[in-house]
């Protein structure tokens, strides 16, 4: 009687063995069907995006026309989401919250993501972007991407081959005098920086402590995908300008955040509620300086091709605050705040340094000599509520790895349900 039992096991067991391997072979080769039935699936998820931006990269000049004119009232027009979305996440900028908007209006909205390799959070910065950096890329499986947000520096003809042409492009930049003040204490601990004593420290004596890295100079020039030590001539200010300008369809300045996502919400066609977020990854008073003047001024000449950068795109950015209209914008912002503070009395109880934070999976990344502050959830919170919530409070590490992981599962189970399909008709 044992016997038999026994022997019936190991038949059991040779059988699921076999099934095995065939399951691996199928699943092999499945995965080679799946990328076409993919892209056919995205083809009819992704028509063509009309009224809100007539867009066809790379024809960036009929861009301006279009913002130009647009802006009558339009908060009732049947102008359609944008979807397909590319940020040039640039440091230090308040880009980690733009990239919480846009994490959690993929997720919600069931867009795919172009994430990087391995689980990675950026795309193996600062070496200049490949499309093979990006997880699951090959040919075919261009225009099965949406939304492309992680860090990576700049390279137009290879994001190119990622996203499709209709794809939306924009940025954020931010004062480089605050930005530098910014660096130093996060990147306090890189080799341009570890040796001097304080900021002043480093830019009195950079040509003994500068070591070449981006984060130590003209970090959004870099970011952007120029030389970072690059010429410094009118000519040459101008000329980058206008390529920037040519290539995105935005550009964002973080000292005006809340316009910034007023502008973006008009330009992608969204609500109110897409584009609320909280400030993430910002640091405590305490480890913040104050910067004299003369301080300032030597930040300005340090990083002169980001300050040139920096009051172009601050002008452009208040001629299109113009045409979308100054008493509208107003209107709009007061809005938003009053949203934000809504969702903030229904989602958090306060904010905390690392220790204090009681959900573990919500700790932010710490750096350098900055203190990175997080959020605790109020409890008692409805399911869905508790949901938004934590995600409106998710730091773009854990969130980037939970995306990852869900992409991962959708892509098994596509290949799950086709094997059922294919076995329904026998
Ligand atoms: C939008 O249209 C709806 C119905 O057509 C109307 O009830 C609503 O007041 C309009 N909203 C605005 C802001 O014009
Ligand atoms: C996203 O997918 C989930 C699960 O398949 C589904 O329940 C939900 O309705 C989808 N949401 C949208 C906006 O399509
Ligand atoms: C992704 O990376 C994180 C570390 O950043 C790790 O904790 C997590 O387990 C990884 N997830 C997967 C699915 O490999
Ligand atoms: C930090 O500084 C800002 C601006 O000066 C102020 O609004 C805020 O209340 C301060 N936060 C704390 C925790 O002191
Ligand atoms: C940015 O533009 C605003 C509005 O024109 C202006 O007040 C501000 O001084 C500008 N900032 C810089 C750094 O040029």
Not at 268 to 280: E, G, I, Y
Not at 320 to 341: C, N, P, T, Y
Not at 385 to 406: D, F, G, M, S
Request: aromatic letters at 12%; hydrophobic letters at 35%; one cysteine or more.
């Amino acid at each position: 009687m044992k016997k038999r039992t026994l022997c019936r096991r190991t038949v059991c067991l040779k059988l699921l063995c076999v099934a095995l391997i065939v399951t691996g072979v199928l699943f092999t080769t499945l995965q080679i069907l799946d990328v076409s039935t993919e892209e056919r699936r995205n083809e009819q998820r992704n028509p063509p995006m009309t009224q809100c931006v007539p867009i066809l990269r790379p024809t960036p000049a009929s861009r301006g026309e279009h913002y130009n004119n647009e802006n009558k009232e339009r908060e009732n027009s049947s102008c359609k989401a944008i979807t397909n979305i590319f940020f040039l996440k640039t440091h230090k900028t308040a880009s980690s919250t733009i990239m919480n908007i846009l994490l959690r209006y993929g997720e919600f909205h069931n867009l795919t993501f172009a994430l990087p390799l391995y689980n990675n959070s950026q795309f193996l910065y600062p070496k200049y972007f490949s499309a093979s950096f990006v997880d699951g890329f090959s040919a075919r499986s261009k225009d099965t991407y949406h939304i492309m947000c992680h860090h990576m520096r700049f390279l137009l003809t290879e994001v190119e081959k990622v996203v499709p042409a209709n794809t939306f492009y924009f940025t954020i930049l931010r004062n480089p005098v605050s930005l530098m003040e910014s660096s130093f204490s996060y990147y306090k601990s890189t080799d341009s920086f570890i040796r001097a004593k304080s900021l002043e420290d480093f830019l009195s004596k950079t040509s003994y402590y500068y070591r070449g890295n981006s984060h130590a100079r003209n970090i959004m020039t870099f970011d952007l995908g120029f030389n970072h030590n690059g010429k410094e001539s009118p000519k040459h200010f101008r000329l980058t300008g206008k390529m920037v300008e040519a290539t995105y369809d935005l550009v964002l300045i973080t000292e005006y955040f809340d316009e910034s996502l007023v502008l973006l919400k008009d330009a992608l066609c969204w609500t109110f509620d897409d584009v609320l977020s909280f400030p993430l990854n910002t640091r405590t008073n305490s480890t913040k300086l104050t910067i004299s003047q003369e301080t300032q001024e030597k930040i300005k000449s340090w990083n002169q091709l980001d300050w040139q950068l920096y009051v172009y795109f601050n002008n452009s950015f208040w001629e299109r605050v113009e045409k979308f209209g100054k008493e509208r914008m107003q209107r709009e912002i007061e809005e938003l705040r009053k949203r934000r503070d809504q969702m903030s009395k229904l989602c958090l109880q306060n904010t905390a340094v690392a220790s204090k934070i009681r959900d573990k999976s919500l700790i932010p990344y710490q750096s350098g000599k900055a203190i990175i502050l997080g959020y605790n959830l109020k409890s008692g919170l409805g399911k869905a509520e508790q949901l938004l919530c934590q995600r409106l409070v998710t730091p773009e590490i854990q969130y980037t790895n939970l995306l990852w992981a869900k992409q991962r599962k959708s892509k098994f189970s596509s290949i799950k349900s086709w094997i059922i399909g294919v076995r329904r008709p026998k």
